[in-house]
């Protein structure tokens, strides 16, 4: 907007118009665009994120290795990193560790695909019919808050004290986190699909092959991860039981003998086998999920 200004009268000064301000001094109209010479996200990924995600671990890991070398970490609490190392090394050596890694992925594997078999199955069959939602859901809804640990004597009385026992326990353990995973999919897929499927003419198999299996798969895969996750635990308590082989049993051994080191050596090895189980399902998850539009972060 322009100023005017009206002529000085006869005789007196004109007005001093230097100091007026105009439309490019305004520093309103002139704002300051604050633009990082290096965005935040190009720092993150000028480190790679294998790096980063190994910062923690190792740090810890040599906070660990200093305080067992000082000696404020006694041997006979929590052996350094450096004998557990040596331990780790040992028993793959004489192939004990390996023997015990393939007995106890044996009964990992046999009960995880008894306890899915169950656990889907009765959610299907709770999911899609309304009769069996009213006879099967309220029996699973009181056993799964049974403590499976608590069945052990019972299941050794049943079963006696070889593999049996040992293999239902994880079953136990699976077959609630996929029944609920299941069973809350299949009852989450949205209504106007189905409305869209029964439109387009599908039968009712063809909904369920096509809109309420595909809809239920999400769930599917998590309670699969959680599953996984209850199995190695269960697991744990499971070679307890009069065990001759496996991870458990030379944690026992371990323990008799006060040997931290093969304990802490064990425990990786479980904590090794579920990181790999997961990655495993999320790689499948992935796979299978390559329709669904997720959020990967920022």
């Not at 660990?64 to 929590?78: I, Y």
């Not at 004489?94 to 695909?113: I, N, W």
């Not at 808050?145 to 079953?171: C, D, N, R, S, Y």
Request: charged share 15%.
């Amino acid at each position: 907007m322009s100023i005017s200004h009206a002529p000085p009268p006869p005789g007196l000064p004109g007005p001093d118009i230097s100091d007026t301000p105009t439309a490019e001094a305004t520093p309103r109209d002139t704002p300051l665009d604050l633009v990082p010479l290096v965005p935040a996200s190009s720092r993150r990924n000028r480190i790679p994120r294998w790096l980063r995600r190994a910062t923690g671990p190792l740090l810890l890991l040599a906070l660990w290795q200093l305080l067992s070398s000082t000696g404020t970490l006694k041997a006979d609490v929590l052996a350094s990193p450096g004998r557990i190392a040596q331990v780790a090394g040992d028993l793959i050596a004489d192939g004990s560790l390996a023997s015990a890694m393939t007995t106890s992925l044996q009964r990992v594997a046999g009960g995880l695909l008894l306890g899915t078999l169950i656990g889907t199955g009765l959610a299907l069959v709770s999911g899609l019919f309304r009769i069996g939602e009213d006879i099967v859901d309220a029996p699973v809804q009181m056993l799964r808050t049974v403590p499976f640990v608590g069945l052990i004597p019972l299941f050794i009385i049943w079963f006696g004290i070889g593999e049996a026992p040992k293999v239902a326990i994880i079953t136990l353990g699976v077959t609630f986190p996929l029944y609920l995973n299941v069973y809350a999919g299949i009852r989450g897929v949205d209504s106007q699909l189905i409305e869209a499927g029964e439109s387009l003419g599908l039968s009712r198999w063809g909904l369920v092959r096509h809109v309420i299996l595909p809809g239920a798969l999400p769930g599917a895969m998590t309670g699969l991860r959680y599953s996984l996750g209850i199995a190695w635990l269960a697991l744990v308590f499971a070679e307890q039981v009069n065990a001759d082989s496996g991870i458990g049993f030379l944690m026992v051994q371990a323990r008799d003998f006060l040997r931290t080191d093969v304990i802490v050596v064990c425990l990786i090895v479980y904590a090794f086998l579920g990181l790999l189980a997961d990655f495993i399902v999320r790689s499948l998850e992935r796979l299978l999920l390559q329709w669904r539009p997720t959020f990967t972060g920022r």
